[in-house]
Structure formats: structure tokens, C-alpha cells
């Protein structure tokens, strides 16, 4: 699949050890920054329809607002129940102080 590589925030948008909403190309994502690398998940839990970016960050797991099912932001799986199903990541890059993200 061909890199799709989209302007999604300023870096200096994304929180450190937190998380903020972005939206392009059609896709909400949740970014996140921690330990100096941004991350990007979709913003939708796969277990209740509920934004990631409500919830609450604890280091590279962030904890879904609505039953509490957490994801690592890494590698977007499961790693809480009631979560059964992977959340899903997006590669990033930073360039001149922008966060660019692949939805390819």
C-alpha cells in the first residue's frame, strides 16, 4: 500500500504525556505524546463508540472514557478487557515542527 503521508497538527498541538484529537483525510485519530514520540490510533474504541481522546493516558496505554478497556498506543492492542479487538495505528513523522501522519 502506497504511503499516504497528511498534515494532522503542529507538534507543539500534541501534549506531552497526553492526548489530543486530529482529523484528515476522513479519519479521526487520537495523538498522543509520550517520552518524546508521538503516536497515532484511530480516536474510536473498537469495543464501544466512544472517542479515545475522552480518555485517560498512562504511559503508552490509553484507557477508553466508556468501559475503561485500554489499548497500547504502539501497536494499538488490547491490553484490558472489555477491549477484545486491536485499535488502529498509524505510522508518524515529525517534519519542520509538523505532525504528519500515513493513513495509506
Not at 20 to 42: F, H, M, N, W
Not at 68 to 90: H, N
Request: proline residues 6%.
Amino acid at each position: 500500500m502506497a504511503e499516504t503521508w497528511i498534515d494532522v497538527a503542529a507538534h507543539d498541538d500534541v501534549p506531552d504525556d497526553d492526548v489530543t484529537a486530529a482529523s484528515a483525510g476522513g479519519i479521526d485519530q487520537a495523538l498522543y505524546a509520550v517520552e518524546g514520540t508521538v503516536y497515532a490510533t484511530a480516536n474510536i474504541c473498537t469495543h464501544g463508540h466512544a472517542r479515545l481522546c475522552d480518555g485517560f493516558l498512562d504511559g503508552h496505554e490509553i484507557e477508553c472514557p466508556l468501559h475503561q478497556g485500554k489499548f497500547d498506543i504502539r501497536d494499538g492492542r488490547p491490553t484490558c478487557e472489555p477491549v477484545t479487538e486491536p485499535v488502529r495505528t498509524f505510522p508518524v513523522k515529525i517534519e519542520n515542527s509538523r505532525v504528519f501522519v500515513d493513513l495509506g
